[in-house]
Structure formats: structure tokens, C-alpha cells
């Protein structure tokens, strides 16, 4: 009886735990709006909070700075912040071209690599692996290697 009373302590704290281990990812880290969604953002973390904005970018990148429950306290590449419900984020890693003249994306990791294309501020994409201050970087079927200084999202959080 004894030993099936400790089991059964032991199995409730073991379900207990599961969620708050499953809300303890380690902040801050990058997040991106999953894509098709518009997302709001809000003065609290709760739906009868007012919404501070809608975003309506898909990929954009996030900096996850808190997590209280379903939600997530994030800072977007203009500096706004404010919380999110999580199911809108993912992992994914994405990037978004900061600086106000074009970024260059080229063939390989370096300034002397071949020019493939001028991309605007604000330009958003997939990030790849990023090395020795160049990041892979994907538009849409355009691929190359961006300078990780022009890249918001890049980098440590």
C-alpha cells in the first residue's frame, strides 16, 4: 500500500511539472509569425488587452523576451513591443534587412563574392547558417549570403 500511495505522489508531481517544463525555454530567442497569419499585438498578455498593433508580415522576426503562460512578450525590428499569443510564432529562423540603403546579397560569404542582387530595407527572408559575418539568406527563390550586420534577427538575441 505504502510503495502504490508513493507511485501515485510521484506520477501526480511528474504530470504536474510537464507543462511549466514545457514554458521554461530560455528567453531571449528568436521567433517568427508563422506563415498566413496576421497577428496581433498587445498591451498585455490576454485577449481583453488592447491591441498596440496587427502584423501582417509572414516570417517576420520576433525577439521572445518574456513567456508568461500562452504568451509571449516580444520585441519586433522597429523596437515595439508587446505580447503575442504563442500558437502565432514558430521557430524558424528568419531575417529582416535592417540599414536604410539597399543590402547586398551575394554568391558567396564575402565583399569580393559576385553581386547577386540589391535588397531593400525591410526585406524579409529565410536565414540560414551564419559564419564569420555572413549569413545564408533566402527571398523567395533567391538565395545568397548577406552581411549579418544588415540582418535583424541574426545572430544572438
Not at 110 to 126: C, D, H, Y
Request: proline share 6%; aromatic share 10%.
Amino acid at each position: 500500500m505504502l510503495i502504490t500511495r508513493r507511485f501515485l505522489v510521484a506520477a501526480a508531481i511528474a504530470i504536474c511539472a510537464v507543462p511549466a517544463v514545457a514554458q521554461d525555454a530560455k528567453t531571449p530567442y528568436w521567433a517568427s509569425i508563422r506563415r498566413g497569419d496576421d497577428v496581433n499585438m498587445r498591451v498585455g498578455p490576454g485577449e481583453d488587452y488592447r491591441i498596440l498593433w496587427v502584423f501582417h508580415r509572414q516570417n517576420l522576426p520576433l525577439k521572445v523576451l518574456r513567456i508568461k503562460e500562452g504568451w509571449r512578450f516580444v520585441e519586433d525590428p522597429g523596437g515595439a513591443k508587446g505580447w503575442v499569443l504563442a500558437r502565432f510564432l514558430t521557430r524558424e529562423r528568419t531575417g529582416f534587412v535592417i540599414g536604410k540603403e539597399p543590402a547586398a546579397m551575394r554568391s558567396h560569404g564575402n565583399v569580393g563574392a559576385k553581386l547577386l542582387w540589391q535588397m531593400a530595407p525591410g526585406v524579409v527572408g529565410l536565414l540560414g547558417n551564419c559564419d564569420s559575418g555572413w549569413c545564408k539568406f533566402s527571398v523567395g527563390p533567391r538565395k545568397g549570403y548577406v552581411e549579418q550586420a544588415r540582418l535583424w534577427g541574426a545572430g544572438e538575441p
